[in-house]
């Protein structure tokens, strides 16, 4: 793998996770082996090293991303700049379960959240670092509740969860984030899977498996799946973008079809 980019998410995964995973399995019976195995890939990108500083200096994203620059705050909790410099496994997968959690996000507008800002780094050739990657995932995160949540969580409210960054500044990443990117916000059926399919074939570090497994966020998704296989006549939930994309697709075939 190149030195500290994410894998571009359009590379196929690996031939085992295919025949492991069946492509008629329900999105929800994933969601925590997903959960994981997303939360590994993002935090085994994140750089700690000075080289990389020294590197960034000149470009504007990382800039604008770069968080000890927002710890000015008057009252601001401690933990955050004390916590800065940490990209340990267990810190990330808290801090990630920590937002999924109190934001109510779903594991899908994470996996879409961790496509974008792969797009995102390949655009503005900006390096995941310790001091940079809270924001972008946060800003990542958001973009991607807003485009597949019919009920997105406002910038507001998730400047409460993080208050290193205020209403005002995570409206200006948004933006330019989405500028970067070109607006790039579609996430295609073959794309999502195939995506899901590389996480599958991660090997997991052991303390974030533990990490989540302990999790109230874990929990959740645990008994969101209990419901959804209550005999109640109503089909397990697949991910909100798979059934939105799937619909796209069978629209767009129907249209090649009439004009055949």
């Not at 700690?48 to 705050?73: A, I, W």
Request: net charge negative; glycine share 2%; hydrophobic share 40%.
């Amino acid at each position: 793998m190149p030195d500290d980019d994410i894998a571009d998410p359009r590379k196929s995964g690996s031939p085992t996770a295919s025949r492991n995973t069946e492509p008629t399995q329900r999105f929800s019976a994933l969601q925590h082996q997903l959960l994981c195995a997303a939360i590994h890939f993002f935090h085994r990108h994140i750089r700690s090293d000075p080289e990389v500083l020294q590197r960034m200096e000149g470009n504007q994203m990382f800039r604008r991303f770069f968080e000890m620059q927002y710890h000015d705050k008057p009252g601001i909790n401690q933990i955050f700049p004390d916590s800065v410099h940490d990209c340990s496994a267990l810190h990330v997968c808290s801090f990630i379960l920590s937002i999924l959690h109190q934001g109510i996000f779903s594991v899908s507008a994470f996996i879409v959240g961790v496509i974008y800002l792969s797009r995102f780094k390949e655009s503005s050739h900006i390096t995941l670092h310790a001091v940079t990657w809270r924001p972008l995932f946060l800003t990542s995160l958001l973009l991607a509740d807003k485009m597949w949540e019919d009920k997105p969580v406002r910038n507001s409210s998730l400047a409460k969860l993080f208050p290193v960054l205020n209403n005002s500044e995570l409206n200006k990443m948004e933006s330019e984030f989405l500028t970067q990117i070109q607006f790039n916000v579609i996430v295609k059926p073959d794309l999502f899977c195939s995506f899901c399919e590389k996480l599958l074939a991660e090997m997991v570090d052991q303390d974030i498996v533990r990490c989540v497994s302990a999790s109230e966020y874990a929990e959740t998704l645990q008994a969101d799946m209990v419901d959804n296989c209550a005999p109640t006549g109503k089909p397990a939930a697949m991910g909100k973008e798979l059934m939105v994309q799937q619909q796209m697709h069978h629209e767009q075939q129907q249209q090649q079809q009439q004009q055949q």
